[in-house]
């Protein structure tokens, strides 16, 4: 040892000898007794009997050098080397049993320890070489000795890292199967997807699968080189991409900062994509991780393929593929893995597990926290359980882990989507599996959040589906919002999710207040809403759900606060509570009967005490006849009716819409059969700027004087399919911009003069099968306005 210390002093200088000495008697003494990081210390050995090698040649062949200067900065981590070593080398394994991350922690300083020492061993190599021209043949022999242990140390360090080395899968699975084969079929058939997406909830298997996917026999003959890189919400870039490198045997280079990571990441790809490659990228996060996204977008060939996994969408970048819930066998399955219940000393009924496999909802995390609590357990702790979680208790406020893991995604909202979180709490307001229609959600956020453009709404929602916290759907794809018709956009959302929004309006002080939702059974009410002895005077949001005992029996509610009312009911005659403590400040009111039939309303006449309500929407309602039923609400904006029978209402004989909505500003009628005219009052309504009549097709005709609607810019008369004809008094409708026969296949021609219509923008006649022919006057639009009305026509 005092040789090669010797030789060391005459190259490096005196400065490192004592302290080479120190690290190397350490790493010995460690590498011998090591428990833990034995083979990092091996690595450490390694590098320091390449020294060895060097020097102990250099001492037999000559002595003659000049020390190299400039090398304090490896005396310092020699120095740091010293105090890590022995650090490690008296841990105890238990210290890491439960902590991964410290572990890891550790091993990345050994590694960079090792690191250091290669290139102080790279130094002294090039200046050994410089100045032994002489003898360099001979030297060779004893650098390609110190290439070969830096080469099988790459190795080694992979296999000990494991950061990009495809995990295994867990040995028990379940409901994956089909979508593997879905995702081979998607992934590896399409030359022209070089990117996709396993988009989910957190908990839902998206790793697993992906997992599986890189072990499957035909996915590794096409691409035999594999790497697996977990992302995380908050990434280093320069570590991924020194993984990588690393990954396939290749000496990192050094990274300064995410900008020359990037570029770095785009010579791997280059390298490594001329052969056949699967990258995958699990945990991507949105807006921390985009940049890599990017980066990896840009390179594309056939070879090379990027699998995402991530609670987001990503639709900017690529194909995405959802993970559904579990089928009932499934989630079974995996609940009996889980409880050992197979295996139990314990004798649990079966209808028992049936009915708390149902309570966990089929989401696969859920289910493995119950079960986990369940193993093993007798049956009394089982019923309790259930009985917990029947009444009501949410499975968030007892399972901190489930709670952590869908927290997490909520979390990410915070960072400048602050509305979009207050969007997503406002889901819990509605009934458990119910279809929540996008335009009631319009409705609410209009005045909630100010959002005043429909589209507003609906970007939002887009990016509470991106983020897999809700599933936006479009019942006709071609009808995706064109000209602000979203009566086809609808939200559902998964049951724990809806337990996460309940949850963050229960325990969120600020959410509290905002939001109060109430669910009586029969005519069972909160005791503090009888009593009076807590009053919700903050809230904006109330939403109350009764079931089809509930007898109409109201009590007095003190919420002067309250903007927007959502109420649920199954029965077939309703009464609407009283509003006399609410009616200053109520300005949206949202009814909707989930019965099959259209219910009677008691009451009418109490909406008329609503004196600032701005928008209504009826749902299943037999609506009475306003002239029997007198009400007036002068700043009422909106009205909608859906699925409600209006043929009383809207009777020629009894309505006064002039009266009882002087300043309407929309009105929205769909799917209401008994529906036969409009009234000529309506045509009185000058405010009106959009009128659609939707799906109603026993509608005949519309007044002749819709002409004088002088304001209007919207008539929307989708699949009115009586609809024979428009009065020729449209051609007034100098406002108008868009106008939608589409699906009436009843009208055989236009108005003659409809090109007078100068601001029309959009004709929409898809379907139409008995129009033949346009009018002359529709090139007018082409010749005085300068539009080409070949395009503006949306024909079949």
């Keep these: 040892m005092e040789v090669v210390i010797a030789a060391v002093t005459t190259i490096v200088g005196a400065a490192l000898g004592s302290v080479f000495q120190q690290l190397f008697d350490g790493v010995i003494k460690a590498h011998e007794k090591a428990t833990k990081f034995k083979s990092l210390f091996g690595d450490l050995n390694s590098t320091l009997e390449s020294y060895q090698i060097l020097t102990q040649y250099i001492e037999q062949t000559d002595r003659n050098f000049q020390s190299l200067q400039g090398l304090d900065g490896f005396k310092t981590k020699m120095e740091e080397g010293i105090q890590l070593v022995e650090k490690c080398s008296n841990m105890h394994p238990l210290q890491f049993k439960f902590n991964f991350f410290k572990k890891r922690k550790y091993v990345e300083k050994l590694h960079a320890l090792d690191v250091s020492l290669q290139n102080l061993l790279s130094i002294v ?5 410089v100045n032994l021209r002489d003898r360099v043949s001979k030297l060779q022999t004893s650098v390609n000795r110190i290439d070969r242990n830096l080469v099988v140390q790459n190795r080694t360090e992979n296999q000990i890292r494991g ?23 998607k992934f590896l058939n399409d030359d022209k997807v070089s990117m996709f997406v396993l988009t989910a909830p957190g908990g839902c298997g998206k790793t697993t699968l992906a997992q599986m996917f890189c072990q499957d026999e035909e996915v590794k003959e096409k691409f035999k080189k594999q790497i697996f890189v977990t992302v995380s919400e908050k990434p280093n870039l320069c570590r991924i991409v020194e993984e990588m490198f690393q990954s396939t045997g290749s000496q990192a280079p050094d990274l300064q900062n995410e900008a020359n990571a990037l570029t770095w990441l785009q010579e791997f790809l280059t390298e490594t994509g001329k052969d056949p490659l699967l990258l995958v990228l699990d945990d991507v996060w949105l807006g921390s991780s985009e940049s890599l996204l990017d980066k990896c977008h840009e390179f594309k060939t056939s070879n090379y393929k990027i699998l995402v996994t991530s609670r987001f969408r990503f639709p900017r970048f690529c194909s995405s593929y959802e993970l559904d819930p ?33 309570l966990c909802t089929r989401f696969p995390l859920a289910i493995k926290v119950i079960g986990r609590g ?15 979680l029947s009444k009501g208790s949410s499975i968030l406020d007892s399972e901190k882990l489930l709670l952590d893991q869908l927290q997490s995604s909520l979390n990410a909202l915070d960072k400048g989507a602050v509305i979009a979180k207050e969007c997503f709490i ?8 119910q279809r929540i229609p996008a335009v009631v959600l319009i409705d609410m956020w209009s005045e909630l959040y100010d959002l005043q453009e429909d589209y507003l709404s609906i970007a939002c929602l887009h990016d509470l589906n991106y983020r897999s916290l809700a599933n936006l759907t479009v019942t006709r794809n071609e009808e995706r919002g064109a000209n602000g018709y979203y009566s086809e956009h609808f939200v559902t959302q998964h049951d724990i999710l809806r337990s996460l929004a309940i949850h963050q309006t229960v325990h969120d002080p600020r959410g509290q207040c905002k939001r109060l939702n109430i669910d009586i059974r029969e005519d069972a009410v909160p005791k503090w809403w009888t009593e009076q002895k807590q009053k919700p005077k903050e809230t904006r949001l109330l939403s109350i759900s ?34 006399k403590k609410m009616s200053k400040s109520l300005k949206v009111l949202i009814v909707t009967n989930s019965g099959v039939l259209p219910a009677e309303v008691s009451n009418f006449t109490v909406l008329g005490s609503l004196s600032k309500l701005k928008r209504i929407r009826l749902e299943r309602i037999w609506v009475p006849s306003i002239k029997e039923n007198p009400i007036e609400l002068k700043r009422l904006q909106k009205i909608s009716f859906f699925m409600c029978n209006t043929g009383r209402a809207f009777s020629n004989k009894s309505i006064r819409f002039f009266e009882a909505f002087p300043n309407l500003e929309e009105m929205n009628i769909d799917y209401c059969s008994d529906l036969v005219e409009l009234p000529d009052d309506l045509c009185i309504l000058i405010h009106l700027k959009k009128l659609s009549i939707t799906n109603s097709h026993k509608l005949s005709a519309l007044p002749e004087k819709i002409g004088e609607l002088v304001n209007l810019e919207v008539l929307r008369l989708r699949s009115c399919s009586d609809l024979s004809e428009l009065p020729s008094s449209v051609r007034k409708l100098e406002k108008l911009k868009f106008l939608d026969i589409s699906n009436c296949f009843r009208i055989k021609e236009l108005p003659e003069y409809i090109g007078e219509m100068c601001c029309l923008e959009k004709l929409n006649m898809r379907q139409c099968s008995r129009l033949q022919e346009l009018p002359a006057s529709i090139l007018d639009l082409e010749k005085e306005y300068n539009l080409n009305w070949l395009q503006m026509l949306h024909v079949n």
């Design 374 to 388: 369940l193993c093993n357990q007798p049956v009394e702790i089982w019923e309790k359980r259930e009985t917990e």
């Design 426 to 433: 406002d889901l819990g307001s509605f009934p458990e599996d």
């Design 125 to 129: 190599s090039i200046y050994v070489q």
């Design 163 to 185: 950061w990009c080395a495809v995990p295994n899968p867990p040995s028990f699975t379940v409901g994956l199967d089909v979508h593997l084969k879905n995702l081979k079929i």
């Design 326 to 358: 579990l089928n009932d066998k499934d989630a079974m399955d995996l609940f009996l893995d889980t409880t050992s219940l197979r295996d139990s000393k314990f004798d649990i009924p079966p209808d028992l597990v049936t009915k708390i496999v149902k």
């Design 546 to 579: 009764t079931d089809g005992a509930f007898s109409s029996k109201w009590h007095n509610m003190h919420l002067p606060k309250a903007e927007v009312l959502v109420l649920h009911f199954q029965t077939k005659n309703y009464a609407f509570p009283k509003f």
